[in-house]
């Protein structure tokens, strides 16, 4: 049994958010209140204002002071079970339900009415797992230095390695013209100097890096509830962008876990291996690219040759069967003008005589 594309283009299809079939055709078609899907999924706009307006730092907050305001003075129902348990396996039970569940169970039991900030904070990371905000740091990672990049910043960086191939290239035959014993060996010394190009480092050095919320300062109720209602309202658009990649990323991993789980195997088993044959191809390719870039080379001073070669003829043809008779001709013109200047100047001097 084998995986193929049609496999996991249809599973796309099945599964994907239904905006993204209404708009997919032979070329994206806009959908009124579907501009969502082009709105940048790292940097959202606005995201950060509710991101700061939930940090709290002051000396009074802590994660586990009570989320709600519950002042007034409330009545004890002695049946409510509940209030038999001990505190920490309430909040072992209240780890296994979600935000909706929870809001159910307030209702019904006084053993709930306060619950601490700190639960708003394991609802966040269940309920929205692609809010890497509000993860540790030390799950953090830059973002990748093509993310935060515009499409004329990606331009330059492409024309620059271009450039850099280039030059490597036109080196590397300047080399094997002078020194042809070395042909054999360029195409290898070409592909690890494409290897080296020293644009890549400072790439990286320009990464930016996700803004992390301070575990022990963050107000996860506040921050809860503003992003429910900004998303209810259908503000927050690169945010719902990120929700979409992120559930559509979860669907692929189920799906290859589902194959494994019947016998197929992915090469993204060995990632080692997968990465070590990605370098294999790579390197190939880039010799292959050098060795065709030498041959088309070779193939223009070959036409380049054979031109100057036809050039030459054509004018010594020409030469031969047009530049004697021209010549000829003007001789003999020059010889007809001087016998006419030596008339004319004998008729003038028989006239002054």
Known sequence: MEADYDTFH?????????????????????VKGTEWLAAHPLFVLSLHDILQSAIDPGPTFHPHNGAF???????????????????????????YLD???????????????????????SLILRELPWLWEAWPADRSM?????ASMTSVEVKAVLEQRRRAYEDIADYVHVIGEQLPELKPQLGEVEAQALENIEYWPDLLASRQSPFILPQGQTNWFM???????????????GLRNRRRIWKQCEEILRLIDGYRDVGVEFPVRDVDALLARREEEVQAARVAYAEQRRKDEERAEEERRRAEAERQRVEQESENTHVGPVVSNWWEERARRKASEAAAAAITEAAKQ
Request: charge should be neutral.
């Open 99 to 121: 935000s909706r569940d929870i809001a159910n169970l307030r209702l019904v039991s006084r053993s709930f009415h306060q619950l601490p900030i700190s639960l708003f904070h």
């Open 142 to 146: 830059p973002y990748s230095p093509w």
């Open 10 to 30: 249809d599973m796309l299809r099945q599964t994907g958010d239904p905006a993204v079939g209404e708009c997919r055709e032979q070329d994206w078609r806009h």
């Open 223 to 237: 921050l809860y509830t503003l992003l429910s209602r900004h998303m209810r309202r259908g503000e927050l658009k």
């Open 69 to 95: 305001d519950v002042s007034e003075k409330t009545s004890t129902n002695q049946t409510d079970a509940f209030t038999a348990l001990p505190y920490e396996l309430r909040m072992e039970l209240l780890s």
